[in-house]
């Protein structure tokens, strides 16, 4: 699975740069700081939950005023514990579970604008919610057993991201924007430290909680972002047209 992850994101980014290149007033670059956490067994449903930093850098490429393509790549931490009276957990002191791990983060989205945004030819084109969605992939060190032996090996893993957010042009060469997006993973595992998941993905813990959307681990993240126009040679005059 790993192979074509990779290609699909070396794939992204390649047409959106040379999409810029050709275009030159199109694409768009710069870092993004905000803050992640995660939803699953542990955290059912209390958004803002032991929250953690998360930084990144993203790319930009508009196709018309109304649609544009992202590519991102974050890194956060995720964590989150759960007490349960007569209940005692592997790799931990008592009836209490606690988990903190690194993730990497990598996603091509698709953006909506809800209005015309940073038309060539309006000067009110400066302000837009948007709604965006995509592909991604998690990265973390995933535990696993081999002959008797555990081992963590860095993993990719696909997820689906969408979410909404707002931008604003400042000037010509600058744009900010704040969005908030939920990551939902096809695994079971992000919270499960030093545990195979072949004890039971569905159920890791013995909670017996069932849950239509947690039963894969999920991850929230909240952005703002400054972003720089890479390439600008001006638009093309139409001759007074």
């Known amino acids: 699975m790993r192979k ?4 699909f994101f070396f794939l992204l980014v390649f047409l959106i740069l040379f999409a810029g290149i050709e275009a030159q ?21 209390r958004q803002f939950y032991q ?21 991102q790549a974050s890194f956060m931490e995720l964590s989150g514990d759960y007490q349960y009276k007569n209940y005692y957990f592997p790799n931990s002191s008592g009836s209490s579970y606690h988990f903190e791990r690194s993730i990497g983060d990598l996603v091509g989205l698709m953006e909506i604008n809800m209005f015309s945004f940073d038309h060539p030819f309006s000067q009110n084109a400066r302000f837009t919610p948007f709604l ?3 592909l991604g992939t998690t990265i973390y060190k995933r535990y696993e057993e081999e002959n008797g032996k555990g081992t963590e090996k860095p993993t990719f893993v696909l997820s689906l991201p969408f979410g909404a957010g707002v931008k604003w042009k400042v000037s010509p060469w600058v ?31 013995h909670y017996n909680i069932s849950s239509s959307i947690h039963n894969n681990d999920w991850y929230s993240v909240i952005g703002v972002y400054v972003t720089f126009r890479i390439f600008s040679t001006g638009d093309k005059c139409f001759d007074g047209f």
Do not use: E
């Open 175 to 205: 744009q900010v924007g704040a969005d908030w997006t939920f990551r939902k993973t096809f695994v079971d595992d992000l919270d499960m430290m030093g545990i195979s998941d072949s004890i039971n993905p569905a159920d890791p813990y």
């Open 4 to 7: 074509p992850i990779f290609r």
């Open 51 to 71: 929250m953690h930093p998360s930084f990144g850098v993203l790319f930009r490429y508009a196709i018309k005023d109304r649609i544009a393509f992202r590519a």
């Open 132 to 134: 965006t969605f995509g």
């Open 25 to 45: 007033t199109k694409l768009t670059a710069g870092p993004v700081v905000g803050v992640g956490w995660y939803n699953g067994d542990l955290n059912n449903s």
